[in-house]
């Protein structure tokens, strides 16, 4: 049932403080799954952001599902109050799409990616480059979504998932690609320009 109507039913029978936390509750549920406008409007060529959020790792990792040899990542922690739905950051192919059952240990530990629920999605750029963006569940997260379909072809910025209640996005990038952001900073999905190509 609805929160809107929990908190009417009190209301109605005279319990207004039980009232207001039903529909307090309901306006925080609606504002975790919003989803504003973005757009980019910069180089062609640059990763966007996928999530909104802060960036709390920039690092090598081998992961031979994106693709083979080192790489770099950046990873993306989501606050409750961070937008959660997130966005694809290049235009391209969806060489894979894999969904990986897990545990929901804390989102901000630096192996949650090695444990937890996840979903990876490689996106394949007409130039062959590989991107991947791995959408992590966190201690609170209760289910990982992704719509996009392997072999189907993607715009850069169109909407690509949300972590129900949860808590980090890696993307994962060829070797060749210059990281535009540093620790700390705040990204916005669909705008924010995270990497690109060197040369």
Same mark, same amino acid.
């Given at each position: 049932?609805?929160?809107? *109507? +929990?908190?009417?039913?009190l !209301?109605?029978?005279?319990?207004?403080?039980?009232?207001?936390?039903? *529909?307090?509750?309901?306006?925080?549920?609606? *504002?975790?799954?919003?989803?504003?406008? @973005?757009?980019?409007?910069?180089?062609p060529? $640059?990763?966007? !952001?996928?999530?909104?959020? /802060?960036? /709390? #790792?920039?690092? $090598?990792?081998?992961? =031979?599902?994106?693709? =083979?040899?080192?790489? #770099?990542?950046?990873? /993306?922690?989501l606050?409750?109050?961070?937008?959660?739905? #997130?966005? +694809?950051?290049?235009?391209?192919?969806?060489?894979?799409?894999?969904?990986? $059952?897990? @545990?929901? +240990? $804390?989102?901000?530990?630096?192996?949650?990616?090695?444990? &937890?629920? &996840?979903?990876? /999605?490689v996106?394949?750029?007409? &130039?062959?480059?590989?991107?991947?963006?791995? #959408?992590?569940?966190? !201690?609170?997260?209760?289910?990982?979504?992704?719509?996009? @379909?392997?072999?189907?072809? +993607? =715009?850069?910025?169109?909407?690509?998932?949300?972590?129900?209640?949860?808590?980090?996005?890696?993307?994962?990038?060829? =070797?060749?690609?210059?990281?535009?952001?540093?620790?700390?900073q705040?990204? @916005?999905?669909?705008?924010?320009?995270?990497?690109?190509?060197?040369?």
């Amino acid at each position: 049932m609805p929160v809107w *109507l +929990v908190g009417a039913g009190l !209301a109605y029978f005279r319990h207004p403080a039980w009232a207001a936390l039903a *529909l307090a509750l309901g306006f925080l549920v609606l *504002l975790f799954f919003r989803d504003p406008p @973005r757009h980019y409007r910069g180089d062609p060529r $640059a990763v966007v !952001a996928a999530a909104d959020g /802060t960036v /709390t #790792q920039i690092g $090598a990792v081998e992961d =031979p599902a994106v693709g =083979p040899g080192q790489r #770099q990542r950046v990873v /993306t922690f989501l606050s409750p109050l961070d937008v959660h739905v #997130q966005r +694809v950051p290049v235009a391209g192919e969806v060489a894979v799409a894999l969904f990986t $059952a897990g @545990r929901k +240990v $804390a989102a901000f530990k630096p192996d949650a990616d090695r444990y &937890n629920e &996840n979903h990876l /999605t490689v996106l394949r750029r007409d &130039n062959g480059d590989l991107i991947g963006v791995r #959408q992590i569940a966190g !201690a609170v997260a209760r289910r990982v979504v992704c719509y996009l @379909r392997q072999g189907e072809r +993607v =715009p850069q910025g169109e909407l690509m998932g949300l972590i129900k209640f949860g808590s980090r996005v890696d993307l994962i990038l060829p =070797p060749g690609y210059r990281v535009l952001v540093k620790v700390g900073q705040r990204l @916005r999905n669909g705008e924010t320009p995270v990497a690109e190509p060197q040369g």
